[in-house]
């Protein structure tokens, strides 16, 4: 059984987790733009929904290979290996999962959810 967290508390949690050994994986690859996701995942059972940590990488033209661009909380339905994407945003777990629902939840409601760190591989 996964230990169960508070979604405005778990990357805290995570950024004291060892997961030096847990590997990155390619969810998306554009002709210009590159998303690399964390191996592991917050998964929110309520809302049916994974965050993963990710960098969006874009193609540099002059060296010809993916440079990194931003870091973004990338959002996909489900548990599963789905790679299509619902949401990508600059911010944290519990501001992207906010940002998403446009309204339906508070901040406080959203930071109140509960959620299990998974890990993909």
Not at 27 to 53: C, F, K, Q
Request: negative net charge; charged residues 30%; contains cysteine.
């Amino acid at each position: 059984m996964q230990e169960v967290y508070r979604l405005g508390e778990v990357e805290e949690i995570v950024s004291q987790m060892d997961l030096s050994e847990v590997d990155d994986d390619v969810a998306l690859t554009e002709d210009d733009m590159e998303i690399v996701i964390s191996g592991w995942y917050v998964y929110i059972p309520e809302l049916n929904l994974r965050l993963h940590e990710g960098i969006v990488d874009v193609w540099d033209e002059k060296i010809k290979v993916y440079m990194p661009d931003f870091s973004a909380t990338v959002l996909f339905e489900g548990q599963g290996e789905n790679k299509d994407y619902l949401y990508l945003e600059h911010g944290d777990f519990a501001s992207t999962i906010f940002n998403w629902l446009n309204g339906r939840m508070t901040v406080s409601e959203v930071e109140e959810l509960k959620c299990e760190v998974c890990f993909s591989h």
